[in-house]
């Protein structure tokens, strides 16, 4: 069973500073997600990660994805209160299923 | 463009009775999915349309759960009867059907309350 471990699960920062959410995932395969998740909104893709090395960048937000080390993370840089959401590291079964896996959500607070 | 659309947005209803919720992907994606979350646990995938064929149902979790995608566009999932468990958020999320990401678009979600 796919498993999807995202650390931590709550994070409360202050504005201006720097912190990394880091995601786990027990399988082999490509294809990383991030998503965000507004209360009471629909879940919305950030970045889409499909292979070793791969990085992306938004904004404040950088992905990364390391497949051999089954790793991905999410690197806030000078967080503003525009970011307080949950984040969701998603993955996805590899070899021809699409049916994604979510880590529990990393719960994002900035304060001023 | 429209993005996916979930009716209703909440529901209350009570130990045996039925519900159904519906999910209107975006036009033109051939995929249709269907993921809950109970409370305290993780978004749990429960089926995957690709038209209006089931591709994988394997996350549904038991007969009282009847998902339908009549030609190939919005999709229903009936709770038949409905138990105390169900109670949850219901989100629904489509994607296109060719190459590319497979990157899915999600619903709102329904906010189920079985009482």
């Known amino acids: 069973e796919l498993k999807v471990e995202q650390n931590p699960l709550f994070l409360s920062m202050q504005e201006g500073k720097n912190y990394t959410i880091y995601c786990n995932y027990s399988t082999t395969s490509d294809r990383l997600y991030w998503y965000r998740q507004d209360p009471g909104k629909s879940l919305e893709s950030l970045f889409v990660?499909?292979?070793?090395?791969a990085v992306k960048q938004e904004g404040r937000l950088m992905a990364s994805l390391d497949t051999k080390a089954r790793l991905s993370t999410l690197h806030i840089t000078a967080a503003v209160h525009d970011l307080s959401a949950t984040y969701f590291c998603i993955k996805d079964s590899g070899a021809g299923s699409y049916q994604l896996t979510f880590g529990k959500g990393t719960k994002l607070s900035v304060i001023p | 463009e429209a993005g996916v659309t979930q009716f209703p947005s909440h529901s209350v209803i009570e130990k045996g009775q039925t519900v159904t919720l519906r999910c209107d992907p975006i036009?033109?994606?051939?995929?249709l999915y269907w993921y809950r979350r109970v409370m305290g646990k993780e978004i749990k995938f429960l089926l995957h349309?690709?038209?209006?064929?089931?591709?994988?149902e394997s996350g549904m979790p038991n007969n009282r759960f009847l998902a339908e995608r009549t030609g190939g566009t919005y999709s229903t999932l009936k709770v038949q009867p409905a138990e105390l468990e169900d109670s949850g958020v219901y989100f629904c999320?489509?994607?296109?059907?060719?190459?590319?990401?497979?990157?899915?678009?999600f619903g709102p979600g329904t906010r189920l309350t079985v009482t």
């Open positions: 999320a489509s994607s296109q059907g060719w190459g590319g990401s497979h990157e899915q678009y």
């Open positions: 036009s033109g994606h051939d995929n």
């Open positions: 349309f690709v038209k209006e064929s089931k591709q994988d």
């Open positions: 990660l499909l292979s070793n090395g």
